[in-house]
């Protein structure tokens, strides 16, 4: 899953560092085919999570791989300034956790 995330990141947004000035059709037939990339690691990820964890909890476990993801992205790759509402953030995304693996 932190794989698939990887390219999902750099499919939706890696294009705006460099590619901004380029057509938007090519920008996402760009993203596209990094996007076919994570689909070849979610969909086995996915279909194996699911023999162990349930549905909301797959999900949340890829929002918490997102941002683990996007952050250092945001801030080493596009430039982006570290905030103090990444962690807010981040904290919110726990509570998402805790209750939906509290009654597991």
Same mark, same amino acid.
């Given at each position: 899953?932190?794989? %698939?995330? @990887?390219?999902?990141?750099?499919?939706?947004? =890696?294009?705006?560092?460099?590619?901004? %000035?380029?057509?938007?059709?090519?920008?996402?037939?760009?993203s596209w085919g990094i996007? /076919?990339?994570?689909?070849? /690691?979610?969909?086995?990820?996915?279909?194996? =999570?699911?023999? @162990?964890?349930?549905?909301?909890?797959?999900?949340?476990?890829?929002?918490?791989i997102s941002l683990s993801?996007?952050?250092?992205?945001?801030?080493?790759?596009?430039?982006?300034?570290?905030?103090?509402?990444?962690l807010w953030a981040g904290?919110? /995304?726990?509570?998402?956790?805790?209750?939906?693996?509290? %009654?597991?």
């Amino acid at each position: 899953m932190i794989a %698939s995330n @990887v390219f999902m990141t750099v499919a939706w947004y =890696g294009h705006l560092k460099y590619a901004h %000035s380029k057509p938007w059709l090519l920008a996402a037939l760009l993203s596209w085919g990094i996007a /076919l990339f994570e689909y070849l /690691l979610q969909v086995p990820a996915n279909r194996i =999570g699911i023999g @162990v964890y349930t549905l909301p909890q797959l999900k949340i476990i890829q929002e918490v791989i997102s941002l683990s993801v996007f952050i250092p992205f945001a801030v080493f790759y596009m430039n982006q300034p570290l905030k103090l509402d990444f962690l807010w953030a981040g904290l919110c /995304l726990l509570g998402a956790v805790y209750f939906m693996f509290r %009654s597991a």
